[in-house]
Protein backbone atom coordinates (compact mmCIF):
# COMPACT_ATOMS: atom_id res chain seq x y z
CA UNK A 1 0.00 0.00 0.00
CA UNK A 2 1.38 3.45 -0.69
CA UNK A 3 2.26 5.68 2.00
CA UNK A 4 0.01 8.53 0.65
CA UNK A 5 -2.64 5.93 0.94
CA UNK A 6 -1.75 4.59 4.18
CA UNK A 7 -1.72 8.73 4.97
CA UNK A 8 -5.52 8.92 4.23
CA UNK A 9 -6.33 6.07 6.31
CA UNK A 10 -5.55 7.61 9.25
CA UNK A 11 -6.41 11.48 7.96
CA UNK A 12 -8.64 12.17 10.26
CA UNK A 13 -7.03 11.68 13.55
CA UNK A 14 -3.83 12.70 11.79
CA UNK A 15 -5.39 16.45 11.52
CA UNK A 16 -6.45 16.00 14.82
CA UNK A 17 -3.42 14.91 16.52
CA UNK A 18 -1.57 17.93 14.53
CA UNK A 19 -4.37 20.07 15.02
CA UNK A 20 -3.64 20.27 18.68
CA UNK A 21 0.37 20.31 18.28
CA UNK A 22 -0.62 23.89 16.21
CA UNK A 23 -3.47 24.94 18.59
CA UNK A 24 -0.70 24.37 21.73
CA UNK A 25 2.48 25.92 20.05
CA UNK A 26 0.35 28.86 18.66
CA UNK A 27 -0.63 29.81 22.51
CA UNK A 28 2.99 29.34 23.33
CA UNK A 29 4.04 31.28 20.62
CA UNK A 30 2.04 33.98 20.98
CA UNK A 31 2.73 34.44 24.15
CA UNK A 32 -0.57 32.97 25.76
CA UNK A 33 -1.69 36.69 24.72
CA UNK A 34 -4.46 35.35 22.08
CA UNK A 35 -6.58 32.81 23.29
CA UNK A 36 -8.69 33.39 19.87
CA UNK A 37 -6.15 31.47 18.27
CA UNK A 38 -6.75 28.63 20.18
CA UNK A 39 -10.80 28.29 18.70
CA UNK A 40 -10.03 29.14 15.25
CA UNK A 41 -7.03 26.86 15.07
CA UNK A 42 -9.11 24.27 16.71
CA UNK A 43 -12.28 24.77 14.44
CA UNK A 44 -9.71 24.63 11.49
CA UNK A 45 -8.03 21.11 12.57
CA UNK A 46 -11.61 19.49 13.18
CA UNK A 47 -13.06 20.74 10.15
CA UNK A 48 -9.91 19.25 7.79
CA UNK A 49 -10.55 15.81 10.34
CA UNK A 50 -14.23 15.80 8.85
CA UNK A 51 -13.07 17.17 5.53
CA UNK A 52 -10.84 13.79 5.47
CA UNK A 53 -14.01 11.21 7.24
CA UNK A 54 -16.28 12.78 4.41
CA UNK A 55 -13.31 11.98 1.55
CA UNK A 56 -13.18 8.43 2.28
CA UNK A 57 -14.53 6.35 0.47
CA UNK A 58 -17.57 4.19 2.41
CA UNK A 59 -16.69 0.94 0.82
CA UNK A 60 -13.01 1.17 1.12
CA UNK A 61 -11.93 -2.13 3.58
CA UNK A 62 -8.26 -2.15 4.70
CA UNK A 63 -5.54 -2.48 6.76
CA UNK A 64 -2.99 0.43 7.65
CA UNK A 65 0.38 1.05 8.86
CA UNK A 66 1.42 -2.73 9.04
CA UNK A 67 -2.37 -3.69 10.45
CA UNK A 68 -2.30 -1.43 13.58
CA UNK A 69 -5.45 -0.14 12.11
CA UNK A 70 -8.14 -0.89 9.93
CA UNK A 71 -10.77 0.85 7.81
CA UNK A 72 -14.35 -0.20 6.77
CA UNK A 73 -17.42 1.64 6.86
CA UNK A 74 -17.69 0.97 10.80
CA UNK A 75 -14.71 3.35 11.35
CA UNK A 76 -15.97 5.41 9.04
CA UNK A 77 -19.36 5.73 10.82
CA UNK A 78 -17.46 6.37 14.30
CA UNK A 79 -15.01 8.76 12.72
CA UNK A 80 -17.87 10.44 11.22
CA UNK A 81 -20.05 10.52 14.89
CA UNK A 82 -17.09 11.41 16.71
CA UNK A 83 -15.46 14.36 14.64
CA UNK A 84 -18.53 15.64 14.35
CA UNK A 85 -19.14 16.17 18.48
CA UNK A 86 -15.89 17.54 18.65
CA UNK A 87 -16.95 20.13 16.07
CA UNK A 88 -19.93 20.85 17.53
CA UNK A 89 -18.50 20.84 21.60
CA UNK A 90 -15.43 23.25 19.87
CA UNK A 91 -17.69 25.41 18.70
CA UNK A 92 -19.66 25.77 22.18
CA UNK A 93 -16.80 26.12 24.08
CA UNK A 94 -15.84 29.44 23.34
CA UNK A 95 -17.12 31.28 26.44
CA UNK A 96 -15.67 28.63 29.00
CA UNK A 97 -12.57 28.71 27.60
CA UNK A 98 -11.85 32.62 27.48
CA UNK A 99 -12.63 32.61 30.85
CA UNK A 100 -10.11 30.38 31.97
CA UNK A 101 -6.35 30.49 31.73
CA UNK A 102 -5.75 27.22 30.13
CA UNK A 103 -8.11 28.19 27.23
CA UNK A 104 -5.71 26.88 23.98
CA UNK A 105 -4.83 23.31 26.63
CA UNK A 106 -8.70 23.06 26.79
CA UNK A 107 -8.63 22.75 23.21
CA UNK A 108 -5.40 20.81 22.42
CA UNK A 109 -6.73 18.43 24.67
CA UNK A 110 -10.33 18.53 23.19
CA UNK A 111 -8.82 17.68 19.70
CA UNK A 112 -5.75 14.80 21.62
CA UNK A 113 -8.79 13.19 23.12
CA UNK A 114 -10.79 13.14 19.79
CA UNK A 115 -8.55 11.90 17.89
CA UNK A 116 -7.50 8.90 19.50
CA UNK A 117 -10.53 8.13 19.88
CA UNK A 118 -11.26 8.35 16.06
CA UNK A 119 -8.24 5.87 16.10
CA UNK A 120 -9.80 3.84 18.77
CA UNK A 121 -12.65 2.82 16.49
CA UNK A 122 -10.28 2.07 14.17
CA UNK A 123 -8.13 -0.11 16.10
CA UNK A 124 -6.68 -3.33 14.78
CA UNK A 125 -4.39 -4.64 17.10
CA UNK A 126 -4.71 -4.66 21.13
CA UNK A 127 -1.44 -2.28 21.30
CA UNK A 128 -2.96 0.34 19.14
CA UNK A 129 -5.97 -0.65 21.19
CA UNK A 130 -4.80 0.06 24.26
CA UNK A 131 -2.22 2.84 23.61
CA UNK A 132 -5.33 4.87 22.00
CA UNK A 133 -7.61 4.27 25.03
CA UNK A 134 -4.81 5.65 27.45
CA UNK A 135 -4.34 8.41 25.21
CA UNK A 136 -7.90 9.52 25.16
CA UNK A 137 -8.32 9.09 29.06
CA UNK A 138 -5.43 10.68 30.10
CA UNK A 139 -6.67 14.07 28.20
CA UNK A 140 -9.92 13.48 29.35
CA UNK A 141 -8.55 13.39 33.28
CA UNK A 142 -7.03 16.37 32.64
CA UNK A 143 -10.23 18.26 31.19
CA UNK A 144 -12.23 16.90 34.09
CA UNK A 145 -9.53 18.95 36.18
CA UNK A 146 -8.63 21.69 34.31
CA UNK A 147 -11.73 23.89 36.04
CA UNK A 148 -10.62 26.24 39.41
CA UNK A 149 -12.90 24.80 41.20
CA UNK A 150 -12.46 22.29 44.27
CA UNK A 151 -15.17 19.92 42.91
CA UNK A 152 -13.27 19.78 39.73
CA UNK A 153 -9.89 18.63 41.19
CA UNK A 154 -11.93 15.82 42.74
CA UNK A 155 -13.66 14.85 39.61
CA UNK A 156 -10.58 14.62 38.22
CA UNK A 157 -9.22 12.96 40.81
CA UNK A 158 -11.75 9.93 41.36
CA UNK A 159 -11.89 10.00 36.83
CA UNK A 160 -7.92 8.90 37.07
CA UNK A 161 -8.38 6.68 39.94
CA UNK A 162 -11.11 4.66 38.39
CA UNK A 163 -9.98 4.86 35.53
CA UNK A 164 -6.45 3.34 35.74
CA UNK A 165 -8.20 0.35 37.78
CA UNK A 166 -9.78 0.01 34.80
CA UNK A 167 -6.98 0.38 32.27
CA UNK A 168 -5.04 -2.44 34.65
CA UNK A 169 -8.01 -4.82 34.36
CA UNK A 170 -8.43 -4.26 30.76
CA UNK A 171 -5.17 -5.26 30.52
CA UNK A 172 -5.27 -8.51 32.15
CA UNK A 173 -7.78 -9.82 30.13
CA UNK A 174 -5.67 -8.36 26.93
CA UNK A 175 -2.59 -10.37 28.94
CA UNK A 176 -4.67 -13.55 28.98
CA UNK A 177 -5.66 -12.82 25.10
CA UNK A 178 -2.50 -12.52 23.77
CA UNK A 179 -1.17 -15.65 26.00
CA UNK A 180 -3.48 -17.72 23.69
CA UNK A 181 -4.09 -16.11 19.95
CA UNK A 182 0.26 -15.87 20.32
CA UNK A 183 -0.66 -12.14 18.84
CA UNK A 184 -1.92 -8.96 19.29
CA UNK A 185 -3.59 -8.61 15.90
CA UNK A 186 -6.91 -8.96 16.17
CA UNK A 187 -7.10 -10.87 12.69
CA UNK A 188 -5.11 -13.40 14.45
CA UNK A 189 -7.24 -13.94 17.39
CA UNK A 190 -10.04 -13.65 15.18
CA UNK A 191 -8.61 -17.00 13.95
CA UNK A 192 -7.99 -18.42 17.14
CA UNK A 193 -11.00 -18.15 18.73
CA UNK A 194 -12.36 -19.91 15.55
CA UNK A 195 -10.39 -22.89 15.85
CA UNK A 196 -9.75 -23.29 19.80
CA UNK A 197 -10.75 -25.94 21.21
CA UNK A 198 -12.94 -26.53 24.01
CA UNK A 199 -9.78 -26.58 26.61
CA UNK A 200 -9.68 -23.03 25.96
CA UNK A 201 -12.47 -21.66 27.06
CA UNK A 202 -12.49 -21.55 30.58
CA UNK A 203 -9.39 -19.06 29.79
CA UNK A 204 -10.84 -16.79 26.97
CA UNK A 205 -13.83 -16.27 29.69
CA UNK A 206 -11.46 -15.23 32.03
CA UNK A 207 -10.56 -12.81 29.55
CA UNK A 208 -13.38 -11.64 28.26
CA UNK A 209 -14.63 -11.10 31.85
CA UNK A 210 -11.91 -9.00 32.46
CA UNK A 211 -12.31 -7.49 29.36
CA UNK A 212 -15.62 -6.47 29.32
CA UNK A 213 -14.92 -5.06 32.83
CA UNK A 214 -12.14 -2.35 31.39
CA UNK A 215 -14.62 -1.30 28.61
CA UNK A 216 -17.65 -1.26 30.81
CA UNK A 217 -15.92 1.36 32.07
CA UNK A 218 -15.51 3.43 29.40
CA UNK A 219 -19.26 2.57 28.34
CA UNK A 220 -20.26 3.52 31.38
CA UNK A 221 -22.03 0.46 32.73
CA UNK A 222 -22.92 -0.99 36.01
CA UNK A 223 -21.18 -2.06 37.86
CA UNK A 224 -18.37 0.12 36.81
CA UNK A 225 -20.35 3.23 37.06
CA UNK A 226 -19.63 4.84 40.47
CA UNK A 227 -17.48 7.17 38.81
CA UNK A 228 -20.01 8.43 36.18
CA UNK A 229 -22.17 11.13 38.08
CA UNK A 230 -19.05 12.41 39.95
CA UNK A 231 -17.18 13.23 36.95
CA UNK A 232 -20.19 14.65 34.93
CA UNK A 233 -21.20 16.70 37.97
CA UNK A 234 -17.63 17.94 39.13
CA UNK A 235 -16.12 18.30 35.89
CA UNK A 236 -16.86 21.73 33.54
CA UNK A 237 -20.11 21.53 31.93
CA UNK A 238 -18.87 21.58 28.26
CA UNK A 239 -16.29 19.07 29.14
CA UNK A 240 -19.10 16.65 30.60
CA UNK A 241 -21.16 16.64 27.40
CA UNK A 242 -17.73 15.56 25.31
CA UNK A 243 -17.23 12.86 27.93
CA UNK A 244 -20.89 11.85 28.02
CA UNK A 245 -21.25 11.36 24.63
CA UNK A 246 -18.09 11.00 22.86
CA UNK A 247 -16.47 8.88 25.32
CA UNK A 248 -19.29 6.46 25.26
CA UNK A 249 -19.39 6.27 21.79
CA UNK A 250 -16.18 5.36 21.59
CA UNK A 251 -16.08 2.64 24.66
CA UNK A 252 -18.36 0.75 22.44
CA UNK A 253 -17.04 1.28 19.21
CA UNK A 254 -14.03 -0.17 20.87
CA UNK A 255 -15.92 -3.13 22.04
CA UNK A 256 -17.74 -3.85 19.38
CA UNK A 257 -14.63 -3.95 16.88
CA UNK A 258 -12.71 -6.69 20.14
CA UNK A 259 -15.76 -8.91 20.61
CA UNK A 260 -16.87 -8.46 16.90
CA UNK A 261 -13.57 -8.45 14.38
CA UNK A 262 -11.43 -10.37 17.21
CA UNK A 263 -13.65 -12.71 18.83
CA UNK A 264 -15.98 -13.84 16.10
CA UNK A 265 -18.80 -12.02 17.64
CA UNK A 266 -22.35 -14.54 17.29
CA UNK A 267 -20.61 -16.81 15.06
CA UNK A 268 -18.32 -17.83 17.77
CA UNK A 269 -18.90 -21.15 20.04
CA UNK A 270 -18.18 -18.53 23.46
CA UNK A 271 -21.12 -15.81 22.21
CA UNK A 272 -23.60 -16.62 24.10
CA UNK A 273 -21.17 -17.28 27.33
CA UNK A 274 -19.84 -13.16 26.88
CA UNK A 275 -23.34 -12.13 25.53
CA UNK A 276 -25.45 -13.43 28.62
CA UNK A 277 -22.29 -11.71 31.17
CA UNK A 278 -22.91 -8.31 29.09
CA UNK A 279 -27.12 -8.58 28.97
CA UNK A 280 -26.60 -8.67 33.44
CA UNK A 281 -24.34 -5.85 33.23
CA UNK A 282 -26.90 -3.74 30.39
CA UNK A 283 -30.02 -5.21 33.11
CA UNK A 284 -27.66 -3.67 36.29
CA UNK A 285 -27.10 -0.48 34.65
CA UNK A 286 -30.56 0.49 33.47
CA UNK A 287 -31.56 -0.11 37.16
CA UNK A 288 -28.84 1.28 39.00
CA UNK A 289 -28.92 4.71 36.25
CA UNK A 290 -32.69 5.08 36.74
CA UNK A 291 -33.04 4.34 40.30
CA UNK A 292 -30.14 6.81 40.92
CA UNK A 293 -31.60 9.45 38.73
CA UNK A 294 -34.75 9.88 40.18
CA UNK A 295 -33.65 11.15 43.51
CA UNK A 296 -31.32 13.85 42.21
CA UNK A 297 -31.69 17.68 41.81
CA UNK A 298 -28.61 18.76 40.05
CA UNK A 299 -29.06 18.93 36.31
CA UNK A 300 -25.49 17.02 35.68
CA UNK A 301 -25.82 14.74 37.97
CA UNK A 302 -28.97 14.08 36.86
CA UNK A 303 -27.75 12.93 32.81
CA UNK A 304 -24.69 11.44 34.64
CA UNK A 305 -26.83 8.46 36.07
CA UNK A 306 -29.20 9.01 33.21
CA UNK A 307 -26.38 8.06 30.68
CA UNK A 308 -25.74 5.06 32.83
CA UNK A 309 -29.15 4.11 32.06
CA UNK A 310 -28.93 4.96 28.49
CA UNK A 311 -25.83 2.63 27.94
CA UNK A 312 -28.22 -0.10 29.38
CA UNK A 313 -30.20 -0.08 26.64
CA UNK A 314 -27.12 0.47 23.69
CA UNK A 315 -25.59 -2.74 25.87
CA UNK A 316 -29.33 -4.43 24.56
CA UNK A 317 -28.02 -4.36 21.10
CA UNK A 318 -24.33 -5.50 22.46
CA UNK A 319 -25.76 -8.48 24.37
CA UNK A 320 -27.97 -9.27 21.36
CA UNK A 321 -25.74 -11.81 19.54
CA UNK A 322 -26.63 -14.46 16.80
CA UNK A 323 -24.71 -16.44 14.36
CA UNK A 324 -24.28 -14.90 11.24
CA UNK A 325 -25.87 -12.15 11.85
CA UNK A 326 -25.26 -8.39 13.15
CA UNK A 327 -28.66 -7.11 13.88
CA UNK A 328 -27.32 -6.30 17.15
CA UNK A 329 -24.34 -4.12 16.54
CA UNK A 330 -26.08 -2.23 13.97
CA UNK A 331 -28.80 -1.29 16.68
CA UNK A 332 -25.93 -0.13 18.98
CA UNK A 333 -24.47 2.32 15.66
CA UNK A 334 -28.23 3.65 15.41
CA UNK A 335 -28.46 4.15 19.12
CA UNK A 336 -25.12 6.05 19.36
CA UNK A 337 -26.19 8.09 16.48
CA UNK A 338 -29.11 9.66 18.02
CA UNK A 339 -27.78 9.71 21.29
CA UNK A 340 -24.98 11.65 20.00
CA UNK A 341 -27.54 14.17 18.94
CA UNK A 342 -30.18 13.70 21.68
CA UNK A 343 -27.43 14.04 24.86
CA UNK A 344 -25.18 16.55 23.06
CA UNK A 345 -28.34 18.96 22.96
CA UNK A 346 -29.29 18.47 26.81
CA UNK A 347 -25.96 19.01 27.95
CA UNK A 348 -24.95 22.02 26.21
CA UNK A 349 -28.16 23.27 27.06
CA UNK A 350 -27.25 22.87 30.49
CA UNK A 351 -23.86 24.01 29.96
CA UNK A 352 -25.90 26.94 28.66
CA UNK A 353 -28.60 27.77 31.58
CA UNK A 354 -24.85 27.19 34.06
CA UNK A 355 -23.46 29.95 32.42
CA UNK A 356 -25.66 32.45 32.30
CA UNK A 357 -27.82 31.80 35.24
CA UNK A 358 -25.18 30.08 37.29
CA UNK A 359 -26.98 27.54 38.24
CA UNK A 360 -27.01 23.67 38.04
CA UNK A 361 -30.44 22.81 40.25
CA UNK A 362 -33.20 21.44 38.24
CA UNK A 363 -35.15 23.68 40.51
CA UNK A 364 -33.89 26.65 39.00
CA UNK A 365 -35.42 25.49 35.40
CA UNK A 366 -38.52 26.76 36.69
CA UNK A 367 -40.30 28.70 33.60
CA UNK A 368 -37.34 28.33 31.54
CA UNK A 369 -39.86 28.20 28.69
CA UNK A 370 -40.46 32.12 29.51
CA UNK A 371 -36.92 33.00 29.77
CA UNK A 372 -35.17 31.64 26.43
CA UNK A 373 -38.34 29.54 24.74
CA UNK A 374 -35.90 28.24 22.11
CA UNK A 375 -34.00 26.98 24.64
CA UNK A 376 -36.57 25.14 26.78
CA UNK A 377 -37.74 23.46 23.55
CA UNK A 378 -34.98 22.41 22.26
CA UNK A 379 -33.77 20.80 25.75
CA UNK A 380 -37.50 19.15 26.25
CA UNK A 381 -37.10 17.75 23.25
CA UNK A 382 -33.88 16.13 24.08
CA UNK A 383 -35.59 14.97 27.26
CA UNK A 384 -38.77 13.61 25.35
CA UNK A 385 -36.32 11.86 22.84
CA UNK A 386 -33.72 10.59 25.97
CA UNK A 387 -37.33 8.80 27.79
CA UNK A 388 -38.38 7.57 24.60
CA UNK A 389 -41.40 8.88 23.30
CA UNK A 390 -42.57 9.03 19.54
CA UNK A 391 -42.01 10.94 17.20
CA UNK A 392 -38.68 12.04 18.52
CA UNK A 393 -35.09 9.95 17.59
CA UNK A 394 -35.01 8.12 21.04
CA UNK A 395 -38.28 6.19 20.15
CA UNK A 396 -37.03 4.60 16.98
CA UNK A 397 -33.50 3.72 18.22
CA UNK A 398 -35.24 1.83 21.34
CA UNK A 399 -37.60 0.25 19.23
CA UNK A 400 -35.24 -0.26 17.05
CA UNK A 401 -32.67 -2.05 19.12
CA UNK A 402 -35.14 -4.13 21.36
CA UNK A 403 -36.74 -5.26 18.31
CA UNK A 404 -33.51 -6.26 17.05
CA UNK A 405 -32.67 -8.35 20.85
CA UNK A 406 -36.03 -9.88 20.27
CA UNK A 407 -35.29 -11.20 17.09
CA UNK A 408 -32.47 -13.06 17.92
CA UNK A 409 -34.57 -15.34 19.71
CA UNK A 410 -32.93 -16.30 23.34
CA UNK A 411 -35.27 -16.25 26.07
CA UNK A 412 -32.63 -14.35 28.53
CA UNK A 413 -32.25 -11.38 25.69
CA UNK A 414 -36.33 -10.82 26.20
CA UNK A 415 -36.65 -11.29 29.46
CA UNK A 416 -33.42 -8.31 29.35
CA UNK A 417 -35.48 -6.18 26.80
CA UNK A 418 -38.78 -6.43 29.48
CA UNK A 419 -36.56 -4.89 32.03
CA UNK A 420 -35.77 -2.16 29.90
CA UNK A 421 -39.19 -1.14 29.02
CA UNK A 422 -39.99 -1.08 33.20
CA UNK A 423 -37.34 0.92 33.11
CA UNK A 424 -38.09 2.83 30.13
CA UNK A 425 -41.41 3.94 31.98
CA UNK A 426 -39.27 4.71 35.41
CA UNK A 427 -36.82 7.01 33.47
CA UNK A 428 -40.21 9.03 32.34
CA UNK A 429 -40.93 10.25 35.29
CA UNK A 430 -37.32 11.88 36.05
CA UNK A 431 -37.52 13.40 32.40
CA UNK A 432 -40.58 14.30 32.37
CA UNK A 433 -40.64 15.88 35.77
CA UNK A 434 -37.53 17.92 34.41
CA UNK A 435 -39.64 19.11 31.29
CA UNK A 436 -42.84 19.90 33.28
CA UNK A 437 -40.32 22.59 35.70
CA UNK A 438 -39.52 23.96 32.92
CA UNK A 439 -42.85 24.58 31.41
CA UNK A 440 -45.40 24.49 34.19
CA UNK A 441 -43.87 26.41 37.08
CA UNK A 442 -43.39 30.02 37.81
CA UNK A 443 -40.01 31.64 36.82
CA UNK A 444 -38.42 33.44 39.91
CA UNK A 445 -37.02 36.52 37.80
CA UNK A 446 -38.47 37.26 34.46
CA UNK A 447 -35.52 38.32 32.51
CA UNK A 448 -34.87 36.84 29.24
CA UNK A 449 -31.33 35.93 27.80
CA UNK A 450 -30.02 33.83 24.93
CA UNK A 451 -27.14 31.75 23.90
CA UNK A 452 -24.08 32.67 21.91
CA UNK A 453 -25.00 32.32 17.95
CA UNK A 454 -22.74 29.71 17.36
CA UNK A 455 -24.18 27.14 20.21
CA UNK A 456 -27.44 28.44 19.13
CA UNK A 457 -26.63 26.38 15.60
CA UNK A 458 -25.81 23.69 17.98
CA UNK A 459 -28.89 23.44 19.39
CA UNK A 460 -31.42 23.79 16.98
CA UNK A 461 -28.84 21.43 15.28
CA UNK A 462 -29.24 19.34 17.37
CA UNK A 463 -32.95 19.41 18.18
CA UNK A 464 -33.52 18.79 14.48
CA UNK A 465 -31.57 16.10 14.64
CA UNK A 466 -33.84 14.66 17.07
CA UNK A 467 -37.41 15.09 15.12
CA UNK A 468 -35.74 14.32 11.22
CA UNK A 469 -34.13 10.66 13.13
CA UNK A 470 -37.46 10.43 14.64
CA UNK A 471 -39.56 10.53 11.24
CA UNK A 472 -36.97 9.92 8.83
CA UNK A 473 -34.88 7.91 10.55
CA UNK A 474 -34.26 5.44 7.05
CA UNK A 475 -30.43 6.57 5.88
CA UNK A 476 -28.77 6.50 9.34
CA UNK A 477 -30.43 2.96 10.13
CA UNK A 478 -28.50 1.80 6.86
CA UNK A 479 -25.46 3.40 7.11
CA UNK A 480 -25.94 1.97 10.85
CA UNK A 481 -26.63 -1.68 9.20
CA UNK A 482 -23.98 -1.37 6.48
CA UNK A 483 -20.98 -0.12 9.08
CA UNK A 484 -22.05 -3.31 11.12
CA UNK A 485 -21.79 -5.80 8.71
CA UNK A 486 -17.98 -4.72 7.74
CA UNK A 487 -17.08 -5.69 11.79
CA UNK A 488 -16.93 -9.30 11.22
CA UNK A 489 -13.40 -10.47 8.90
CA UNK A 490 -13.94 -14.33 8.85
CA UNK B 1 13.52 -23.77 32.57
CA UNK B 2 10.56 -22.26 35.07
CA UNK B 3 7.80 -23.13 34.10
CA UNK B 4 5.28 -20.65 32.56
CA UNK B 5 2.27 -21.36 35.84
CA UNK B 6 4.87 -19.61 37.71
CA UNK B 7 5.04 -16.53 36.52
CA UNK B 8 1.01 -16.33 35.88
CA UNK B 9 0.66 -17.22 39.66
CA UNK B 10 3.22 -14.74 41.04
CA UNK B 11 1.60 -12.35 38.56
CA UNK B 12 -2.28 -13.28 39.79
CA UNK B 13 -1.09 -12.64 42.95
CA UNK B 14 0.52 -9.41 42.56
CA UNK B 15 -2.70 -8.31 41.21
CA UNK B 16 -4.82 -9.07 43.53
CA UNK B 17 -3.05 -7.74 45.98
CA UNK B 18 -2.84 -4.52 44.17
CA UNK B 19 -7.05 -4.75 43.81
CA UNK B 20 -7.04 -5.17 47.58
CA UNK B 21 -4.73 -2.17 47.88
CA UNK B 22 -7.03 -0.27 45.91
CA UNK B 23 -10.05 -1.30 47.63
CA UNK B 24 -8.88 -0.84 51.08
CA UNK B 25 -6.61 1.97 50.59
CA UNK B 26 -7.97 5.25 51.37
CA UNK B 27 -4.90 7.63 50.77
CA UNK B 28 -4.59 8.53 46.94
CA UNK B 29 -0.99 8.02 47.14
CA UNK B 30 -1.47 4.57 48.27
CA UNK B 31 -4.25 3.66 45.60
CA UNK B 32 -2.03 4.91 43.22
CA UNK B 33 0.94 2.11 44.33
CA UNK B 34 -1.49 -0.50 44.14
CA UNK B 35 -2.59 0.27 40.59
CA UNK B 36 1.14 -0.01 39.92
CA UNK B 37 1.28 -3.55 41.37
CA UNK B 38 -2.01 -4.27 39.11
CA UNK B 39 0.21 -2.82 36.08
CA UNK B 40 3.23 -4.13 36.92
CA UNK B 41 1.47 -7.67 37.25
CA UNK B 42 -0.26 -7.26 33.71
CA UNK B 43 3.71 -6.30 32.36
CA UNK B 44 4.89 -10.00 33.82
CA UNK B 45 2.19 -11.87 32.33
CA UNK B 46 3.12 -10.26 28.78
CA UNK B 47 6.40 -11.08 29.21
CA UNK B 48 6.14 -14.43 30.00
CA UNK B 49 3.40 -15.19 27.69
CA UNK B 50 5.84 -13.34 25.12
CA UNK B 51 9.19 -15.46 26.39
CA UNK B 52 7.43 -18.83 26.23
CA UNK B 53 5.65 -18.75 23.02
CA UNK B 54 7.56 -18.79 19.21
CA UNK B 55 10.14 -16.09 18.79
CA UNK B 56 6.91 -13.95 16.67
CA UNK B 57 5.68 -13.57 19.47
CA UNK B 58 7.67 -10.19 20.67
CA UNK B 59 4.95 -8.13 20.43
CA UNK B 60 4.06 -9.27 24.17
CA UNK B 61 7.29 -7.44 24.83
CA UNK B 62 6.66 -3.85 23.00
CA UNK B 63 2.48 -4.04 24.98
CA UNK B 64 4.89 -4.49 28.24
CA UNK B 65 6.76 -1.41 27.25
CA UNK B 66 3.81 0.36 26.15
CA UNK B 67 2.29 -0.80 29.59
CA UNK B 68 4.91 1.05 31.62
CA UNK B 69 5.28 4.10 29.67
CA UNK B 70 1.39 4.59 30.34
CA UNK B 71 1.84 3.87 34.03
CA UNK B 72 4.47 6.53 34.24
CA UNK B 73 2.18 9.50 32.61
CA UNK B 74 -0.55 8.26 34.54
CA UNK B 75 1.17 8.26 37.47
CA UNK B 76 2.61 11.72 37.11
CA UNK B 77 -0.76 13.19 36.28
CA UNK B 78 -2.13 11.91 39.12
CA UNK B 79 0.52 13.60 41.38
CA UNK B 80 -0.24 16.98 40.00
CA UNK B 81 -4.28 16.60 40.66
CA UNK B 82 -3.25 14.86 44.07
CA UNK B 83 -1.01 17.96 45.20
CA UNK B 84 -3.91 20.19 43.67
CA UNK B 85 -6.44 18.59 46.04
CA UNK B 86 -3.62 18.79 48.67
CA UNK B 87 -3.23 22.35 48.26
CA UNK B 88 -6.97 22.91 48.66
CA UNK B 89 -8.23 20.65 51.15
CA UNK B 90 -5.06 19.94 53.05
CA UNK B 91 -5.57 16.12 52.86
CA UNK B 92 -5.02 13.24 50.57
CA UNK B 93 -7.05 10.91 51.82
CA UNK B 94 -9.79 9.48 49.17
CA UNK B 95 -12.97 9.71 51.82
CA UNK B 96 -12.24 13.54 52.24
CA UNK B 97 -12.78 14.42 48.86
CA UNK B 98 -16.52 13.93 48.93
CA UNK B 99 -18.25 17.17 48.52
CA UNK B 100 -19.94 15.15 45.41
CA UNK B 101 -21.89 12.39 46.58
CA UNK B 102 -25.34 11.54 45.76
Not at chain 1, 87 to 104: F, H, M, P, T
Not at chain 1, 164 to 169: G, R
Amino acid sequence: MSLAQELHYIGPALALFVGAGVVLFADVLSGRRAPRWGLTLAALAVALAWTFVLAMDGDARGEALSGAVRVDAFSIYFAFLLVGVTLAVVLCAKRWADSIEQGAEFYGLLLISAASMVLLAQGNDLITIFVALETTSIAQFIMAGLARTDRSAEAGLKYLLTGSVAAAVLLYGFAFLFGMAGSTSLPVVAEYVASAPESGRLPLLLAFVFIIGGFGYKMALAPFHAWVPDVYQGAPSIVGSFLSVASKAAGFAVALRVFYTGLGGGDSFMAEDWAIFVAVIAGLSMIFGNTGALLQTNAKRLLGYSSVAQAGNVAVGFAAVAAGSTIGPSGVLFFLGTYAVTNLGAFIAVHVVAERLGTEEIADYAGLSRRSPALAAVLSLCLISLTGIPPTAGFIAKVYIFNAAVQTGHDWLVVLVAVAVVNTAISAFYYLRWVRTMWMDDPVEETRFQPAGAVQVVLLLSGFGVLLFGVWPGPLINAARSAAETLSIL
Amino acid sequence: MIPIENFLILSALLFAIGFYGVMARRSAILILMSVELMLAAVAINFIAFATYLDADAFSGLVFALFVITVAAAEVGLALGIVLRLYRERRTANVDEADSLKW
